[in-house]
């Protein structure tokens, strides 16, 4: 199968940075797009950001400006650098991928989460 590994998360002083990674490993043939979600306590799970393949981005209005997403092909890793960090992007991070993998002699389609990493924004 499939994991997706994330690194990164801590506690920061508002204002302050942190980079979030998330690698794959196991069976994979390809992924196509990767992205980030969070949620906060009591609230829904939402999109921060997410890259396809061949980079194209896309982020949610509350991070535009103060997050950026990349990923690494060769590694199957994507990270998200975050700065100016505010207490309300304080949440449990997940990594997420359309990952293409090996089943027996075929290759199928998934879709895959990490464990989540706690980010906490006070002073």
């Known amino acids: 199968q499939v994991q997706l590994v994330e690194s990164g998360g801590g506690l920061v002083q508002p204002g302050g940075s942190l980079r979030l990674s998330c690698a794959g490993s196991g069976s994979i043939f390809s992924i196509n797009g990767m992205g980030w979600y969070r949620q906060a306590p009591g609230k829904q799970r939402e999109l921060v950001a997410d890259i396809t393949s061949d980079g194209r981005t896309n982020y949610a209005d509350s991070v535009k400006g103060r997050f950026t997403i990349s990923r690494d092909n060769a590694k199957n890793t994507v990270y998200l650098q975050m700065n100016s960090l505010k207490p309300e992007d304080t949440a449990v991070y997940y990594c997420?991928?359309?990952?293409?993998?090996?089943?027996?002699?075929?290759?199928?389609?998934?879709?895959?989460w990490g464990q989540g990493t706690q980010v906490t924004v006070s002073s």
């Open positions: 997420n991928a359309y990952v293409n993998l090996y089943s027996g002699m075929f290759v199928r389609s998934d879709r895959f």
